[in-house]
């Protein structure tokens, strides 16, 4: 088979799963130097791509405006997409959404060719060819990849490329600055897109105050929506004042927060993966979701759960009416797996390593917390002799 000279990539949302899909964007590129490549995204992620050589271009899809249309703005506006899209000539489409919504520009992109990851829902299976590849039980990250693996080779490296950050860099350390918040940061993101997944106020503040005591500075972060909650936790942290720069970044100013810092700590949401993407010491905390599934990725990141009976089960609001399973991840086991990814993090610089997201020593998921045993710190949970996840347990998150 011929190789592809024009490749439609669809990945429209969330944060989080845009990350996870980005290595892919590095394979097809390595695979295929001289195809042209576009990337449909939603355009409050459009950020997050990379320019060219990678990618040649993002294609946007106002999802959000489309909701808002009459029938008839509604259909005049797939018609010049379908315009649009046609232009480019796709010989192949990557659908690494598996959705509905993902489906419809699938099909307007006139690719005969059209492949995506091995869990397409909501129907977007009678359109798209699922690969099941190697790792259709493992970290989504090498999910997606099965997809690109289908049409051959890869390298073996799995690389995440982010675009050009540097202009952020030097305005998040005049944020910073600017509440005399010196570096090395520890940067702490309490928010998170299901009730299920927050981890409570106090404990982030608990954690802050034992994180200043190791001499790095606490910086809070986060979206708008979440400035309460990022009050709350500097208000339970005193007389200790960590920094606030909760709703004040921009997206690729949040990539400069989070590649600069020490340790970034958060539940499962879009900001842990993008700092470990960026290469930066990551701990997150797991209780509805799965962090073998989609824990943050690569030799720095550790996860946490309290190893409730119910997790994980993908359910945003929790059935027992309170972040059960998050509640019972307790401060110590947090503050052991940030010293864990602090020293995986002074490691590397010496003797790089790759492997996918491992869980603090501390946290076996499959057991109950009074069962956990204490191991060597040096030690990664359990993992399959490639060094990925054992297995995955649902559809990807919306992170």
Not at 74 to 85: G, I, P
Not at 257 to 285: E, I, K, M, R
Not at 309 to 322: A, D, I, Q, V
């Amino acid at each position: 088979m011929t190789d592809p000279r024009s490749i439609l990539v669809v990945k429209m949302s969330a944060l989080g799963d845009v990350i996870h899909a980005l290595p892919c964007l590095h394979a097809l590129r390595t695979m295929f130097p001289r195809a042209r490549i576009s990337w449909l995204v939603e355009p409050q992620f459009a950020p997050l791509l990379p320019g060219p050589p990678l990618l040649d271009e993002a294609v946007i899809f106002r999802k959000n405006d489309l909701r808002r249309l009459s029938l008839r703005g509604r259909l005049a506006y797939l018609r010049e997409l379908r315009r649009e899209l046609r232009t480019r000539r796709f010989d192949l489409a990557l659908d690494l959404q598996g959705l509905l919504k993902s489906t419809l520009p699938i099909l307007l992109s006139g690719a005969r060719r059209r492949l995506g990851y091995c869990e397409m829902r909501e129907g977007s299976f009678l359109f798209t060819k699922p690969v099941r590849g190697p790792h259709a039980d493992g970290h989504v990250v090498q999910r997606y990849l099965d997809v690109v693996r289908s049409l051959g080779p890869i390298p073996e490296e799995t690389v995440f490329p982010l675009p050009d950050f540097s202009a952020e860099t030097a305005q998040v350390r005049a944020l910073l600055a600017a509440q005399q918040a010196p570096a090395p940061w520890a940067v702490l993101f309490p928010g998170a897109g299901w009730t299920s997944k927050l981890w409570p106020a106090i404990k982030y503040a608990q954690l802050a105050r034992r994180l200043a005591e190791l001499g790095l500075t606490p910086v809070i972060g986060g979206a708008p929506g979440e400035a309460e909650l990022g009050r709350q936790i500097i208000q339970l942290a005193a007389p200790l004042k960590p920094a606030d720069l909760v709703g004040r970044t921009s997206l690729r100013e949040l990539m400069a927060l989070t590649a600069q810092a020490a340790v970034c700590v958060g539940a499962d949401t879009g900001p842990l993966h993008l700092a470990a993407a960026a290469g930066s010491p990551t701990v997150s905390l797991f209780g509805p979701s799965s962090g073998e599934r989609a824990g943050t990725y690569g030799p720095l990141s550790r996860y946490v759960s309290g190893g409730a009976e119910c997790s994980p089960c993908f359910k945003r609001r929790c059935p027992k009416k309170t972040a059960f399973c998050m509640d019972l991840i307790d401060v110590e086991t947090v503050w052991e797996a940030c010293l864990e990814s602090l020293a995986a993090g002074r490691q590397a610089k010496s003797d790089p390593q790759k492997s996918g997201p491992q869980k603090s020593d501390r946290q076996k998921s499959d057991l109950k917390k009074s069962d956990l045993k204490k191991s060597d710190h040096q030690k990664p949970g359990p993992q399959p002799a490639d060094g990925r996840p054992a297995r995955a347990e649902s559809p990807t998150s919306d992170a």
